[in-house]
Nanobody, 114 residues
Framework: QVQLVESGGGLVQPGGSLRLSCRAS????????MAWYQQAPGKQRALVAR???????MYADSVKGRFTISRNNAANTVYLQMNSLKPEDTAVYYC????????WGQGTQVTVSS
């Protein structure tokens, strides 16, 4: 079964940057659209960004122009570059396929605070 391991979160001041990584076990990674999701305290998990297997991307309006999703199929890894971070970006970030095909990983906490 595929396992997802997210990393790269932390505490950052408003306006700062972080780069999240998510590595998937197994060799079928390249066949899937991959996505990042965020779950803020007291809220449901929501889609942040998505990248197809050929590299087409889409973003939630709240992060457009600030976040960039990318992938390295050879490394079974998807990334989320987060710039100009705002306090409202504070959440646990998870990756999964676009259709949420695999078990959720542990996520990585991003806290934006001065």
């Amino acid at each position: 079964q595929v396992q997802l391991v997210e990393s790269g979160g932390g505490l950052v001041q408003p306006g700062g940057s972080l780069r999240l990584s998510c590595r998937a076990s197994g060799s079928i990674f390249r066949a899937y659209t991959m996505a990042w999701y965020q779950q803020a305290p007291g809220k449901q998990r929501a889609l942040v960004a998505r990248i197809t297997r050929d590299g087409s991307t889409m973003y939630a309006d709240s992060v457009k122009g600030r976040f960039t999703i990318s992938r390295n199929n050879a490394a079974n890894t998807v990334y989320l570059q987060m710039n100009s971070l705002k306090p409202e970006d504070t959440a646990v970030y998870y990756c999964n396929t676009g259709g949420i095909s695999w078990p959720w990983g542990q996520g990585t906490q991003v806290t934006v605070s001065s």
